[in-house]
């Protein structure tokens, strides 16, 4: 069954930096685009970056400069290097693949002082 686990959140100071992971199974990885969201409380999930097939990323403008997505096709893994970090990007993370429904659990980042 599809399968996919986020990990690497934490607690970090404001410009501090994290890389979140997310592994992927029981999918057709290389093939689709991947996505991570993010959902703080009260609010609803926003789409942060995609990453397609053949490496082309888009970000939403809050982490353009900031925030670099990345793919290991080998590793069926996605990932999301996150610098410069700012309370406002405190939330629940989550990967996703283009051609699936299915969700991960979600790792949360909290930026605080």
């Known amino acids: 069954q599809v399968q996919l686990v986020e990990s690497g959140g934490g607690l970090v100071q404001p410009g501090g930096s994290l890389r979140l992971s997310c592994a992927a199974s029981?999918?057709?990885?290389?093939?689709?685009?991947m996505y991570w969201y993010r959902q703080a409380p009260g609010k609803e999930r926003e789409l942060v970056a995609a990453i397609t097939s053949n490496g082309f990323t888009t970000y939403t403008d809050s982490v353009k400069g900031r925030f670099s997505i990345s793919r290991d096709n080998a590793k069926n893994t996605v990932y999301l290097q996150m610098n410069s970090l700012k309370p406002e990007d405190t939330a629940v993370y989550y990967c996703?693949?283009?051609?699936?429904?299915?969700w991960g659990q979600g790792t949360q980042v909290t930026v605080s002082s």
């Open positions: 029981g999918i057709a990885f290389s093939i689709h685009s």
């Open positions: 996703k693949s283009a051609g699936y429904p299915s």
